[in-house]
């Protein structure tokens, strides 16, 4: 994490906007708008592309994907443009909180992967293609959206280390930590070998 050299005001005020984009749930949104149900009612329940992706639609869970990976661009960008890289990063892990705990959904959102890619993209564009190819590879490979996500979140500090993006190591075990502790049940299926892999309704 960078020195925090914003004042308290500012870091607040960028933490809320990053909070209110990642709230915006865009997996329901385009489930409802696309005619393809309540997602709360498929598969896990989860309002994120992977369970999109159930309803056999492709179109409308990569449109999720790219919505949730968008909605945690946009504040990172704007609060470095205007603050500063405290701020950015502050912004960030606050998208990513709204995306797990929206408001609007009684603090039951996604477990944050699009996002969390999202993040890493806007961070630093290499470390967001390491961690993107992190989870493509694991994917294809395992066909587990969630062991990729634990593979690709518990590696980007890592990956931050060997590019060269040390000030975001603290961000990314934040990060990971958190996204480890939204995929728990994922882990406990994935030892018990009954977690359900990409593309099965």
Excluded at 66 to 77: N, Q, T
Aim: hydrophobic fraction near 55%.
């Amino acid at each position: 994490m960078p020195f925090l050299i914003s004042d308290p005001t500012t870091l607040m005020i960028w933490a809320v906007i990053g909070y209110f984009f990642g709230s915006i749930p865009f997996g329901m949104i385009v489930a409802r708008t696309m005619n393809l149900g309540n997602l709360r009612d498929i598969g896990s329940g989860n309002i994120g592309a992977t369970n999109v992706l159930r309803t056999g639609n492709k179109t409308a869970a990569a449109l999720t994907l790219l919505l949730d990976a968008g909605k945690a661009i946009v504040p990172l960008l704007l609060a470095r443009h205007f603050a500063g890289e405290d701020a950015a990063q502050l912004a960030a892990l606050a998208t990513f909180l709204g995306h797990c705990f929206p408001v609007w959904l009684k603090f039951k959102g996604g477990k944050g992967v699009a996002t969390l890619i999202g993040i890493y993209l806007a961070l630093y564009f290499p470390l967001g293609l390491a961690v993107c190819a992190t989870w493509l590879v694991c994917a294809l490979i395992s066909r587990y959206s969630s062991l990729s996500a634990l593979l690709a979140a518990g590696l980007a500090p890592i990956w931050m280390a060997v590019l060269g993006a040390g000030s975001g190591i603290v961000l990314g075990f934040a990060l990971g930590a958190l996204t480890y502790a939204r995929h728990w049940q994922n882990i406990g299926r994935l030892r018990a070998g009954t977690e359900t892999k990409i593309g099965q309704k």
